[in-house]
Nanobody
Framework: VQLQASGGGLVQPGGSLRLSCAASGFTLESYAIAWFRQAPGKEREWISCIATDDDRPYYADSVKGRFTLSRDNAKNTVFLQMDSLSNEDTAVYLC?????????????????WGKGTLVTVSS
């Protein structure tokens, strides 16, 4: 069982990136998938989650209107589209799976999580 975030990189302010959260060994469709980020020197922040029953996405105020979360069940992957990026979005981004969206930033409360991917927003 593995969950892997990917798609990070260097992007200029105002740019976009699409992160992927891919699962192996289990079906993502059966889980709510949450995204987090942790910037250097800061605590981990819950930023988004997509529910399992109605695929409704939830967003933290810090990313609402700029980030979009979606599923592709055929690819067993969840995507986080990030637009209008700013320097404050620089962080390691990771995803986790749970039975429902809780908004908790504590990874140990989730069923599965994996290594993150680094997003650097800089000119």
């Amino acid at each position: 069982v593995q969950l892997q975030a990917s798609g990070g990189g260097l992007v200029q302010p105002g740019g976009s990136l699409r992160l992927s959260c891919a699962a192996s060994g289990f079906t993502l469709e059966s889980y709510a998938i949450a995204w987090f980020r942790q910037a250097p020197g800061k605590e981990r922040e819950w930023i988004s989650c997509i529910a399992t029953d109605d695929d409704r996405p939830y967003y933290a105020d810090s990313v609402k209107g700029r980030f979009t979360l979606s599923r592709d069940n055929a690819k067993n992957t969840v995507f986080l589209q990030m637009d209008s990026l700013s320097n404050e979005d620089t962080a390691v981004y990771l995803c986790a799976a749970d039975r429902r969206c809780t908004g908790s930033p504590t990874l140990e409360l989730y069923n599965f999580w994996g290594k993150g991917t680094l997003v650097t927003v800089s000119s």
